[in-house]
């Protein structure tokens, strides 16, 4: 026969989710990982990003439209605030608090593509952002990505605009890369094959 659930109970386990891994989380209430996950299931809160209101960094690197390097690179280099959990297994994640990310994007507005992000697609999206995005597109401002590592897809798209006959420039408009790092690429993978 299975041990009933105390209010008591119910809260240590909402406590430690994403503090902890369900292993450790199970072994300190003297229960089974399976008793755990099935309580979580009924009490609906299975997620950790639902349960803490937060997104991890691969989440606001798509709503950004940026790569998660960039995003990991902000945290470590920027002072980008988050919160380093552990899900139901031993992985890791870093989320991020909306709200924090706006006041950080505020005093950074020099490393974020505003156009690029949907108009409400991170609530609660500040007034000023409205604004910054219609300057970027009235104005067709580009921000300049920091160096970031070329993908095996970047490559590729490379390659295939150039047999287009595409220009470096018109090639790095697309990809976010400035003209003399797309030719320097493209002349290394060239070269490689």
């Not at 639902?50 to 902000?74: M, S």
């Amino acid at each position: 026969m299975s041990r009933g659930w105390t209010a008591e109970d119910v809260t240590e386990l909402k406590e430690h989710i994403g503090t902890y891994t369900l292993a450790t989380i199970a072994k300190n209430m003297d229960r089974s990982v399976t008793a755990l996950e099935v309580k979580m299931k009924r009490l609906g809160i299975s997620s950790t990003k639902l349960q803490t209101g937060f997104i991890t960094t691969g989440e606001l690197a798509r709503i950004l439209h940026v790569d998660r390097r960039t995003v990991k690179c902000w945290i470590k280099n920027h002072q980008l605030s988050h919160i380093k959990k552990v899900t139901r297994s031993i992985r890791t994640f870093y989320f991020i608090d909306p709200v924090a990310f706006w006041e950080w994007a505020e005093q950074n507005k020099d490393k974020v593509q505003f156009s690029n992000i949907a108009p409400h697609a991170l609530p609660p999206e500040p007034g000023w952002v409205g604004k910054e995005r219609m300057k970027e597109h009235t104005y067709k401002l580009t921000k300049k990505r920091s160096y970031q590592t070329w993908t095996t897809k970047e490559d590729e798209q490379l390659l295939e605009m150039r047999k287009k006959g595409m220009t470096y420039k018109d090639i790095g408009q697309i990809l976010n890369r400035s003209s003399v790092s797309v030719a320097r690429r493209y002349e290394r993978i060239r070269t490689d094959d």
